[in-house]
Structure formats: structure tokens, C-alpha cells
């Protein structure tokens, strides 16, 4: 048993090295840390562009489409990279989400017209599969689809849409038929946003920022030729992805890079004289997350090894997102004890400058918002579910 | 053996509780964090004119007598509201701390203020420097021909931007860590060399980072004797422990019957999803979290009231008692803070529902006079070290 990587996969990381050393400059980082305005939509989907145009934008996409034709190994290392460069990931819906269904499922016309303009981060997307009364139990979503002349007309309403603000497109999940099994009449639909009778509503979030909507329906006309494969098996090609969608939630890298830059800053913060990193229970804190991510990053990789080998992410990758979002978690909670008084200031004019403390506002936003991450991509119960009933056989 | 509270504090108790749930709603709440103070002055005098804010004084100042379990009767209910206005600030915290003075002028003065609610105040204490320990104090006050200067800076002073008076902690000598050598002065907001900054705080209330520039202040203005001021600080702290504890201990209670409540009405496939055992488990942790913490609350009640009848029995009890349950409701109140939260799903993200707001406040209260591990050490040194 090793991981030793060979001479071109450490050729090829010092490649990916060099190239994030260059590009993503502290411009960059700067403008998407910024926060969720506009200025973060043109900061990422600049670096995206930068990704495109090198041609790494799509590592997980078949060659064919664009994709990188990397080895799993290959796809590993970049990955670590980016999360030692701090560099935030693409955002998921267009790239790591649609896509795959649509050169998965799609038509011919559907992959050439929409993937070229995911790829180059032309179109923004958005997911819309929750509803109000749909959220977990997602087969009860009730948003329907009626088929008349060439056209769906869309009526209803889906909820928690992150990022719909920007979104050219929306891919959905919506009922067009009512009597049968309710996973049975949901069909797979792609929207323009810009169509007569979609708007947005912001939903403010608690870490103060706005990411969430609400996207309404009413009478949207949406051509026959944006539903993804057959009508009434939608559930079908969801489901397809899901586990896909799981396994980004390790998220090892990035909690790697959060868990370097929490020693750095218990450092720096002192108490009676002493460095926080130099008590005894603050380092037992510490270490007990970094113990938990040293075996999570090597069940990655067993998942890793299993998929290079042919397999396919199963049931498991529900275990990388309960144990990638409760790492994540515990690392906010960890920067916001380390915050201590400053956590709860809210940034006015001029009190972080005077305050010091400097990442004690972020910590707070992302302890609030890192909340969410054990809710959304199937909650963290409805994962546990998942292993009770499709690992232990319960 | 008795648990309850007294015909008169449950009267004080229903008194709050009406209060909060006639005239407090969450929309009214939101809309004096919304405006320009941040808090509503007329509830200050309508909390004057009910006696709350007379509750812990004595008699001698117009005050109603009342013990720390009196306190905690209030407190516990202005927890349920998450009351913005600045009760622990002026009356537990500043009126505390005047309350162990043995400055008569000062008592007599202010006291009575604080009453009639025409004095707001706040502490200043903490430091850049500084973390949970008090005692790391850099601000000086020098002594100069008619008393002293006082030079530093001070940070997330709570309330300091609606208080007219502060009591400042600074060095009158010794070093940095030394315990003896801190006093404690009387200093008016508006005193020339004070200049004050101030900002919101997550939980709907404000804090000021307020710095001293030559500040002249006379023998007069000090609350104690020079030097002394942590033997009233460490007078004071079980009460403000137990006072702020109880006030968690109202937002715990609440934040489990919001959700426990929710999950009654939120259906997913097919049913209720209370009917889900794993959430159930859980439901259950949370409730018995919360029975912990108030029990660890009538622990610390029943040793402060034992202290205050007698006091040579010593207060290492007490002080073992309150940091159990400071330490106990900062972990507990997180859990149950997460859980309430996690249960609610994509609508416990959200700034509309009250709970994230409860969050926040239990959050703010972790880490005022110290985070769970400051006093669990606290508690472990208290225990452990003559073994
Ligand atoms: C920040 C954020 C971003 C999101 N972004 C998107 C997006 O872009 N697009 C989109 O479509 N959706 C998005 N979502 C929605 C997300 O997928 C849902 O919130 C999630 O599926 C949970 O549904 P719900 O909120 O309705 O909670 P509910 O399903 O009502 O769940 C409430 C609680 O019950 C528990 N529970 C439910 N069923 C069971 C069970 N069988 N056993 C045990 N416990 C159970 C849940 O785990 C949860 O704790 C986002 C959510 C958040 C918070």
C-alpha cells in the first residue's frame, strides 16, 4: 500500500502549481472574498475564464465535451493544489451539476447549444429542485409542467435557489404527470430565466449576506426542446448525479487550508500573555479535527482508488459529505471560539480596523452560513439514511 | 428542600413575561435594532416605572432589596424576548459592580439613577491585548496633582454607545497580569478625552471600542480603594454569571419549544417530521440539555443564597458552582443553538425566523466573561490543583 505518485504526476503537480501561483493573484482572491454582489459574479466567473482558456475548467467532463482527460490521481492533485492556494471551487451548478445530465441525457442540439457556454462561463446557472413543501421528500415537489403546443407552461414555486439572482438559466425539476408513483411524473427541464412570468425574491440568510431566493412561476411558456431526455423520467437523471454531487462535499482540500490558516491566527491571538496555539486545550481542539480530516482524506482516496479501478461513487459518498460538512463545521466553530468578543461585532465604519482581529467578522459569517452545509445537497439525517439502508441493509 | 420561586418573584417573573409577549414581538424587536439607537427608551422607563430596575439595589437607594435570585427571575424572561435594551449592561453589570462599591457618594448618587432609569452605564474592562482574563490591564490612570490620568484603550464595551456613565478598569500600578493594583473609576461618557466608537453586534445590541486620552479623574470618582477593584469585580462575577446564564437559559428553553413545535407542523413524506425517531433522539439531548442547565443555575441560586446568609462559609463552592454552569450553558447552548437550527432546515438559515436571532444572542453570551473552556480551566484549577 502506497500513495507514492510517479515522476509525471509530479511533473504535473508542479505544472498546476506554477500556473495557480501566477493566475490567481491577490486581485482576484481579494474581489471574491468581497462578499456576494455583483463584484463576486465578475471576480469568479473571471477566474473561471482563466481556467477555460487553460483548459482545466471541466477536470470531471468526458474529453469529448471539454473535459481534461485526467486520471484520477491527476484529478486528485489538482485538487489538493487548489485547496492549498485557497483558491475557491468553480461554482457547481453549470459546470458540476447540468452539465453531466445534459452530455449524460441530453440532445444532440442541447449539448451543442448549452455545454460550450458552460464551459466558457458564458451562461450562469441555477438549481431549482426545493420547494417549500418539497425539500428532503424532494419527489413532492408540485411545480407542474403542462404540455400544450410545443410548449410547457410552468406554474409554482421553488425555494433556497442559491445564486438565482445571477442566473441566466435554471434547471428544474417539475411535475407533468399526477396520477402515478410521485418520483414518476417529474420531468427535467431547462428555463430561461429571462422567460415572461420568472422572477426572483431574495431570502435573506442569517451571516447577513444574500445568496438564497425564491423563484416564481407563473405561466412560464417553456419550448418543448428544453426538457432533458423523456418526459415523466427527470427523477431518473437527477438521481443519477446526486452521489456525483456528494463526493464534491469532502471538500478536504479546503478544509485542510481552513485548518492551516486557524493555527496561523491562534498564533497570533494571545490570552494572558500566552499564544492560543500554545494551550494545551485549544491544541486538543485543534487536534481533534485535524485527526478526524487525516482519515478523512485517505476514505477519499479509497473512494478515489475504487473509482479509478471502474467503480462507481456509491452509498459511501454520503459518508464524505457527513463527515467533509461536519469537519467544515467544526473548523468555523473553532475560528469563532478563537474570535471570542470580536466574533459578535458586526463591521461598521471603521470597528474592524480599530478592532483587530481581522478574520473575527468572517468567522462569524461562516459559522452562521457553514450551518447550512449539513442542510442542503440532502441533508446530513437523510445521508445517515442513506448508509442505514443502502450499506448496512437496515 | 424548595426550587420554586417566591410568590413575589414569580410575580416580577409573569410581570417580564407579559411584557414580552404583549409588547415585544419579533417585529417590534426588529424594528429597535432597525432604528437609530437600537433601543427603545420608552420600555427603559416603562422598566423603571415596573420596578425592574430596581430589582437588585438596596432599599437605601430606592431599590427594591431583591437577591441574585430575583435577578435571575427577570432575566430569564427577558431571555425569552431576547430584549435588546441594555438590562445587563446597566442594571446587572454596572448596577452589580456599584452595588459592592464602598464609594457612599458614588452608591448615592448613581444607584438611584439607575432606578429611575435616567442612567444608563456600561463596564469597560476588556482590551485588545486581553482575552478572558480580567486582571490584563494596560490601561494606566497616573497619578497627577488633583488625582489621575487615565490613558488606554478599551474594546467591545457593550452598550457604551447609550451609556452616560462608565466604570473603567485601569492600572493604577503593578504590571500587565497582576490582579492587585486595578482600579476602578466612575468616568462620564462625555468627559473630555473619551472618544467613543461604536457598532452593532450580531445580537441586536452594540458595542463601542472607546479610547481614553488623558482623562482626568479625582480620588472621588474611584469606587474602592485604589488597587483593589478585582475584590469588587470577583464580588460581582458569580451574579453577572448567574444573571447572564439564566438569560441563556430563557433563550434555550425557547429555541427547543420553537422546535419542537415546528417539527409537529413540517411534513415530508407523508408525515410529520417529529414522527422521525432521529430526530426524536435528538429533540430529546436537547431537552435534557436544557433541564442540566438550570439545574446547574438553582445549584449556583442555592450556593449564592448560602454565601449571602452567611458569608464565613467561603465562596469556593459558589465559584465551583458558576463555572460549571457558565461552562455547561456555552456548550449546551451551542448544541441546542445548532440543533434548533439543523432541525428547521433551509428555513432555520433564514434572518426572518426569530430562531437564527436566539442564536445569535446565546452565541454572544458564550463568550461574555469567558467561553466554555475559559471556565471549565477556571473550574478544573478550582478542583483539581490541591490535588
Ligand atoms: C444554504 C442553502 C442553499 C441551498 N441551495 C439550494 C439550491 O441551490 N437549489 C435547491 O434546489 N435547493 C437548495 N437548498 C435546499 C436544500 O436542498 C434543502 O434545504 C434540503 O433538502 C432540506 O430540505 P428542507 O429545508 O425543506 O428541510 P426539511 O426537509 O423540512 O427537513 C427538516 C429537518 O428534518 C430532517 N429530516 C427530514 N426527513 C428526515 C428523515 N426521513 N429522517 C430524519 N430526519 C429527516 C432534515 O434532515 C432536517 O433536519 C439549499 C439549502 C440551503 C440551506
Known amino acids: 500500500m502506497d500513495i507514492n505518485f510517479s515522476a509525471q504526476d509530479l511533473e504535473f503537480r508542479d505544472e498546476v502549481r506554477a500556473f495557480f501561483a501566477s493566475e490567481y493573484d491577490a486581485k482576484v482572491a481579494e474581489s471574491l472574498s468581497s462578499g456576494q454582489g455583483e463584484d463576486y459574479k465578475e471576480a469568479i466567473v473571471a477566474w473561471q475564464k482563466k481556467l477555460h482558456a487553460k483548459g482545466w475548467i471541466a477536470p470531471g467532463w468526458p474529453k469529448e465535451y471539454g473535459g481534461t482527460g485526467w486520471s484520477v490521481t491527476q484529478k486528485f492533485i489538482y485538487e489538493t493544489e487548489r485547496g492549498a492556494a485557497g483558491i475557491p471551487d468553480v461554482v457547481p451548478f453549470g459546470l458540476k451539476m447540468v452539465a453531466p445530465v445534459i452530455y449524460t441525457f441530453g440532445s444532440e ?66 411535475r407533468t404527470s399526477k396520477d402515478v408513483r410521485k418520483q414518476q411524473g417529474i420531468s427535467f427541464l431547462l428555463i430561461d430565466m429571462n422567460t415572461p412570468g420568472v422572477s ?71 490570552n494572558g500573555g500566552q499564544p492560543m496555539i500554545a494551550d494545551p486545550v485549544f491544541q486538543m481542539r485543534l487536534s481533534d479535527i485535524e485527526m478526524q480530516l487525516m482519515a478523512l482524506e485517505y476514505t477519499e482516496l479509497r473512494v478515489f482508488a475504487s473509482m479509478a479501478a471502474g467503480g462507481m461513487p456509491g452509498p459511501e459518498s454520503s459518508l464524505l459529505k457527513i463527515k467533509g460538512t461536519e469537519i467544515s463545521q467544526s473548523i468555523h466553530e473553532l475560528q469563532l471560539q478563537l474570535a471570542a468578543y470580536y466574533g459578535g461585532a458586526l463591521q461598521g465604519d471603521l470597528s474592524n480596523q480599530q478592532l483587530g482581529h481581522e478574520f473575527a467578522a468572517e468567522a462569524r459569517k461562516s459559522y452562521m452560513y457553514g450551518r447550512a452545509a449539513s442542510i442542503y445537497g440532502g441533508s446530513n439525517e437523510v445521508q445517515r439514511n442513506v448508509i442505514a439502508k443502502a450499506v448496512l441493509g437496515l | 428542600m424548595n426550587f420554586e420561586f417566591s410568590e413575589e418573584q414569580v410575580m416580577i417573573k409573569d410581570s417580564v413575561a407579559r411584557f414580552v409577549r404583549d409588547e415585544y414581538d419579533f417585529d417590534t424587536r426588529r424594528k429597535i435594532i432597525d432604528s437609530e439607537e437600537g433601543i427603545n427608551r420608552d420600555f427603559w422607563t416603562m422598566f423603571a416605572e415596573l420596578g425592574w430596575l430596581s430589582v437588585p439595589f438596596e432599599e437605601q437607594y430606592g431599590g427594591f432589596g431583591g437577591s441574585v435570585e430575583d435577578l435571575v427571575a427577570v432575566m430569564e424572561e427577558l431571555g425569552k424576548g431576547i430584549v435588546v435594551e441594555p438590562y445587563v449592561s446597566t442594571v446587572v453589570i454596572f448596577g452589580g459592580l456599584l452595588s459592592a462599591a464602598t464609594n457612599a457618594d458614588l452608591k448615592s448618587t448613581y444607584i438611584p439613577k439607575i432606578i429611575d432609569g435616567s442612567c444608563l452605564g456600561s463596564f469597560a474592562f476588556l482590551e485588545p491585548q486581553s482575552r478572558f482574563e480580567i486582571a490584563d490591564i494596560a490601561t494606566s490612570a497616573t497619578v497627577g496633582k488633583d488625582g489621575y490620568a487615565i490613558n488606554g484603550t478599551k474594546t467591545v464595551v457593550f452598550n457604551g454607545a447609550s451609556a452616560d456613565s462608565l466604570i473603567v478598569a485601569a492600572r493604577t500600578s503593578g504590571e500587565q497580569f497582576d490582579r ?30 472607546i479610547s481614553f486620552n488623558d482623562v482626568l479623574v479625582t480620588e472621588s470618582q474611584l469606587l474602592g480603594a485604589a488597587g483593589q477593584g478585582m475584590e469588587i469585580v470577583d464580588q460581582v462575577m458569580p451574579n453577572i454569571l448567574l444573571a447572564l446564564s439564566a438569560e441563556a437559559l430563557g433563550i434555550m428553553a425557547t429555541l427547543n419549544a420553537i422546535t419542537v413545535d415546528y417539527t409537529k407542523t413540517r411534513q415530508q413524506f407523508g408525515t410529520p417530521i417529529s414522527s422521525f425517531q432521529a430526530l426524536q433522539h435528538r429533540m430529546v439531548d436537547t431537552f435534557m440539555a436544557c433541564e442540566q442547565s438550570k439545574s446547574l443555575l438553582y445549584r449556583g441560586l442555592c450556593d449564592a443564597n448560602k454565601v449571602a446568609v452567611d458569608p464565613s462559609v467561603g465562596t469556593a463552592e459558589l465559584l465551583k458552582s458558576v463555572h460549571a454552569l457558565k461552562a455547561t450553558v456555552a456548550k449546551y447552548g451551542k448544541l441546542i443553538g445548532e440543533e434548533a437550527i439543523q432541525i428547521h432546515g433551509g428555513i432555520g438559515i433564514t434572518d426572518e425566523l426569530n430562531i437564527g436571532h436566539y442564536v445569535k444572542r446565546l452565541m454572544t453570551i458564550n463568550v461574555t466573561f469567558g467561553d466554555a473552556d475559559f471556565h471549565q480551566k477556571k473550574f478544573n484549577q478550582l478542583s483539581y490543583s490541591s490535588l
Request: aromatic share 10%.
Open chain 1, 109 to 174: 442540439e442541447q449539448k451543442a447549444k448549452f455545454l460550450p457556454r458552460i464551459l466558457s462561463s458564458e451562461d450562469w446557472w441555477c438549481q431549482g429542485y426545493s420547494e417549500p413543501g418539497a425539500g428532503s421528500d424532494l419527489a413532492a415537489l408540485n411545480t407542474t409542467a403542462e404540455y400544450a403546443g410545443d410548449n410547457y407552461i410552468v406554474n409554482g414555486r421553488k425555494i433556497w435557489t442559491t445564486f438565482a439572482q445571477f442566473a441566466d438559466w435554471i434547471f428544474c425539476l417539475v
Open chain 1, 200 to 270: 426572483v425574491k431574495p431570502i435573506p440568510t442569517i451571516d447577513g449576506k444574500h445568496s438564497l431566493n425564491e423563484v416564481l412561476f407563473e405561466d412560464a411558456l417553456v419550448p418543448r426542446e428544453n426538457l432533458i431526455g423523456e418526459q415523466d423520467k427527470g427523477w431518473t437523471y437527477a438521481k443519477a448525479l446526486l452521489a456525483h454531487e456528494r463526493t464534491g462535499m469532502a471538500e478536504v482540500a479546503d478544509s485542510k487550508r481552513m485548518l492551516a490558516n486557524l493555527k496561523q491566527r491562534a498564533a497570533a491571538e494571545v
Open chain 2, 180 to 209: 492587585d493594583g486595578i482600579s476602578l473609576f466612575m468616568v462620564a461618557a462625555d468627559a473630555p478625552g473619551v472618544s467613543i466608537h461604536s457598532y452593532k453586534t450580531m445580537d441586536g445590541q452594540s458595542a463601542s471600542t
